[in-house]
């Protein structure tokens, strides 16, 4: 197993937690399939789909949606949330580096909040590329490096061992120009949107409570500090409540986002 494998395997494991989340993930994948132009007859692909929220939402327009997550707990999840919906999915467990489909199998590429954590960006985007159809639509939703979710990710990323060289931070999938660099000429007519993830929250601490269970590089970092350092744990804890503190008002806890759209040239 090569150093990558391994780092997936860390990130398989990490986000096996995540289905308490797709709550508040639901909204805003409705967003991401009107962003998108997904329409009836369609072929989407959803990748690193989570519970499926995106998928589902998409399959509900009448699209044919294949989706894929390198997480089979949470495909597990998907797969009852597809039947609950009434909707067929093709679900896959997989890896955005490296894509079990034809080249220009699909008209339409999504991930929301996912794709970004492959660790090689330019794996990426080749792959999502290499599998949409000439003219067809690549969208994507994103957290910016500069707000909340981007920055408790950096505040976390202080605290943990180092990445393997190579791994890419996954908020800068939220800066405009890294986009425009990572896609470059393959693609045209890219364009951006901005929308808010409103998350009821009864107290900080209560978030927080639901991140440590739930977001995979946090309750990493949780379950190692708590072996071997718990002081640096509650420094670490006291930091992520004074950077909530600014998005937090009236209960709800404001988590902003990106929307990116792009042709494949």
């Known amino acids: 197993m090569d150093v990558f494998d391994k780092f997936k395997a860390t990130q398989r494991e990490g986000w096996a937690h995540f289905a308490p989340l797709q709550a508040m993930t639901t909204e805003p994948a409705a967003r991401l399939v009107k962003f998108a132009g997904i329409k009836s007859g369609h072929r989407v692909l959803d990748v690193a789909c989570g519970t499926g929220v995106v998928a589902i939402t998409a399959a509900r327009h009448e699209a044919h949606v294949t989706a894929l997550d390198l997480t089979p707990e949470l495909l597990s999840v998907a797969r009852d949330n597809a039947q609950l919906a009434g909707v067929a999915v093709d679900w896959h467990e997989g890896d955005v580096e490296s894509l079990p489909f034809d080249a220009d199998a ?11 954590f492959a660790p090689r960006p330019e794996v990426a985007v080749r792959e999502m590329l290499r599998v949409l159809r000439p003219g067809g639509v690549l969208a994507f939703s994103t957290w910016p490096p500069e707000l909340l979710v981007g920055r408790i990710f950096a505040v976390t990323a202080k605290y943990m061992p180092p990445p393997p060289p190579g791994v890419a931070s996954p908020p800068l999938w939220g800066d405009p120009n890294v986009i425009r660099e990572r896609l470059g000429n393959q693609v045209r007519d890219l364009a951006f949107d901005r929308a808010t ?18 977001a995979g590089p946090v309750r990493k970092l949780v379950e190692m500090l708590s072996a071997t350092d718990p002081s640096k744990l509650e420094i670490y804890r006291g930091e992520l ?25």
């Open 197 to 214: 993830m409103l998350v009821p929250v009864l107290s900080l601490d209560h978030q927080r409570e639901l991140f440590e269970k739930t």
């Open 106 to 116: 699909f008209d339409v590429v999504v991930s929301q909040y996912g794709h970004m």
């Open 241 to 265: 409540r004074a950077l909530s503190a600014a998005y937090y008002a009236d209960n709800v806890l404001r988590q902003d986002y990106l929307m990116t759209r792009a042709i494949k040239s």
